[in-house]
């Protein structure tokens, strides 16, 4: 079956515009999560969603950045007023539920390269 | 913040030879998982290990875990040139859901 997938796989945007990025789940999947990585670092956690609601919003780094999920199914991550910081690639992974007590594993996609020139 | 740090940052080897990774993390955990990623993309899993195991084996990769030391090792044996890529060990803590990733071991193999 089809893995993850992220659309646009890269993005060059302008300081102070807004960007939207896409994120499809493995079909099935309840568990939703969106992560940032700069260069040459490890993943930083944004969000996630169990279904379409999102209990833990902790990890995005400011007001600028929200995120949606409708259908049980896709995402879409927005960073409004973007910054040079932002540069960094995100990345979206699914699971198949949340809460199993011994964890489980999460699918990843191929990211989208962000970048604000 | 990161809870995992892998050790070596970064690491060469000849092909057919064995490397070794290690991963220390602060908190309790409820499972430590290991992930490749190949050029800066998506995260491939290679293997879980859960809080009440000590070792794991899938292939070539052998992970231990020592929840006492609150360390985990991956060995990758008899690697190849495909074997190149960036390492990160992710943990689940008791009570959570979320992953938190080190910084990653770059490993390179040489032909």
């Known amino acids: 079956g089809a893995g993850v997938s992220q659309s646009p796989s890269n993005k060059v945007t302008e300081k102070g515009k807004d960007v939207e990025l896409r994120c499809d789940p493995i079909s099935g999947h309840t568990a939703l999560y969106w992560y940032r990585q700069r260069l040459g670092q490890g993943l930083e956690f944004l969000i996630y969603?169990?279904?379409?609601?999102?209990?833990?919003k902790s990890g995005l780094p400011s007001d600028r950045f929200s995120a949606e999920r409708t259908g049980e199914s896709v995402s879409t991550l927005t960073i409004q007023r973007t910054q040079q910081e932002d540069s960094a690639v995100y990345l979206c992974?699914?699971?198949?539920?949340?809460?199993?007590?011994?964890?489980?594993?999460?699918?990843f996609g191929p990211g989208t390269r962000l970048l604000v020139l | 913040s990161q809870q995992g740090e892998e050790d070596p940052q970064a690491l060469s080897i000849q092909e057919g030879e064995n490397a070794t990774m290690n991963c220390s993390y602060k908190?309790?955990?409820?499972?430590l998982q290991w992930y490749r990623q190949n050029s800066g993309r998506g995260l491939v899993h290679l293997i879980l290990i859960r809080s009440n195991e000590r070792e794991k084996h899938s292939g070539r990769l052998r992970v231990t875990l020592d929840t006492s030391k609150k360390s985990s090792s991956l060995l990758i044996t008899a690697s190849r040139a495909a074997d190149t890529a960036s390492y990160f060990c992710?943990?689940?803590?008791?009570?959570?859901?979320?992953?938190?990733f080190g910084a990653g071991t770059t490993v390179t193999v040489r032909a």
């Open positions: 908190t309790s955990i409820n499972n």
């Open positions: 969603f169990q279904g379409n609601s999102a209990p833990d």
């Open positions: 992710a943990t689940a803590a008791s009570n959570d859901y979320k992953l938190s």
């Open positions: 992974a699914s699971s198949l539920r949340m809460g199993n007590p011994v964890g489980e594993t999460q699918y």
